[in-house]
């Protein structure tokens, strides 16, 4: 693509870990500019992450920092503070940041003081707990999130301690919401030329993860629980263990799981009272499930898959990461890619314009190496006046 969406929007991104990196990495696919500020010395902290490595910094910093500048600047300092000051002020079009809690007031890098000088500038906070409230000030994570929303509630298995998503699910999806919330201020600007605040966190994008459990407890007090592989409100809809695997299968109506039944050649299963409906399943979970597991347990999960595939039950292997990554249907959509062929091919932008994928990002920057670039820059006349 020669045409990205933002082309020509220039971001700020002042933001370590996660969250707010996996979202300015999200505006640089979509064609922005994304200058990425680190603290001088180590850097971002995913650059010390493990356990694997590429080029000198964990993997994890090249998966969110792909096709950004980086700049070295130390807002503790006085000169290098206005110096980011003036970059926001006359070139940015947003400012990204995630600093801890109440530090952006500090230096006056909060979303009023910026927008003061800048009205039509679009500020996008990404916090922990949320901007307002009782704990609007305290740090926080991924997994606390998890746990404080009650996510970890309805996670693992019945009768054992309750875990986490494996992957990162609040701070990705955080970076979501503040691309998506950042987006809506940009098409509102160019209708009234009015900048905006925008504020997203992590405990929020819990919630938001929440809907359906929250929903459930709403209306009758139902307050979950953990039901491993599967859900709490459709049966079956889970993993079995078939010859040589691990095998999802779900049947989201009554008609789905009478296909399902004639495919595991136990058609009188769906006209048991105990399992003709959904609501009978879930009283009968146990059962159900027992005898689901022991049919597909006869054969491997290929066999399985074109069965029942071919009636139109929707099922998926369990596949670890060497199995997706090299899966046929991942090389078709091709959604891993690299820039150059001394890089390692990470997951582009889950989007397609007409058609086509935005082309994989250069390379994640090394510290400060546009240090050069932004003195250069700061020596231009702000964009507003060009």
Not at 20 to 45: N, Y
Not at 182 to 196: E, I, S, V
Not at 200 to 205: A, C, F, G, I, Q
Not at 313 to 318: K, L, S, T, Y
Request: charge should be negative; include cysteine.
């Amino acid at each position: 693509m020669t045409d990205l969406p933002l082309a020509g929007v220039v971001v700020v991104e002042l933001g370590d870990s996660a969250s707010a990196p996996f979202a300015g990495q999200v505006f640089a696919a979509l064609g922005a500019q994304v200058w990425k500020v680190e603290r001088p010395g180590t850097g971002d902290s995913s650059r010390g992450w493990g356990p694997s490595v590429w080029k000198g910094s964990g993997a994890a910093y090249h998966a969110l920092n792909r096709g950004k500048r980086s700049i070295c600047l130390d807002i503790k300092d006085a000169e290098e503070l206005s110096m980011l000051k003036q970059l926001v002020h006359d070139h940015a079009d947003v400012f990204l940041h995630n600093l801890r809690p109440g530090s952006a007031g500090q230096y006056g890098l909060d979303a009023d003081s910026l927008r003061a000088r800048k009205p039509e500038l679009v500020c996008c906070e990404v916090g922990a707990f949320g901007h307002v409230g009782p704990m609007n000030t305290l740090p926080g994570y991924d997994p606390l999130m998890q746990a404080f929303s009650g996510v970890m509630s309805l996670t693992g298995e019945e009768g054992q301690a309750p875990v986490r998503a494996g992957v990162s699910i609040v701070d990705f999806g955080t970076g979501m919401w503040a691309v998506i919330g950042t987006l809506a201020a940009l098409f509102r600007l160019q209708k009234n030329r009015q900048g905006a605040t925008v504020n997203s966190s992590l405990l929020e994008t819990a919630f938001a993860w929440m809907t359906v459990g929250i929903a459930n407890y709403a209306a009758d007090g139902n307050t979950g629980g953990r039901h491993g592989s599967g859900i709490g409100f459709i049966v079956p809809h889970r993993a079995y263990t078939a010859s040589d695997g691990h095998l999802v299968v779900s049947c989201a109506n009554d008609r789905l799981f009478a296909m399902l039944c004639d495919a595991i050649e136990r058609p009188e299963l769906a006209k048991d009272a105990r399992f003709a409906t959904n609501a009978a399943r879930l009283d009968n979970r146990t059962e159900i499930d027992r005898l689901i597991g022991e049919s597909l347990s006869r054969h491997t999960r290929a066999f399985w898959q074109e069965r029942l595939q071919a009636c139109g039950v929707a099922c998926a292997p369990i596949q670890d990461v060497a199995e997706l990554y090299a899966h046929e249907q991942t090389r078709a959509l091709g959604i891993l890619g690299k820039p150059t062929d001394d890089e390692i091919a990470l997951v582009g932008l889950p989007l397609s314009f007409d058609g086509a994928r935005p082309p994989p990002l250069q390379a994640a920057p090394d510290i400060g190496q546009d240090n050069d670039r932004l003195a250069e820059l700061l020596r231009r006349p702000p964009l507003r006046e060009r």
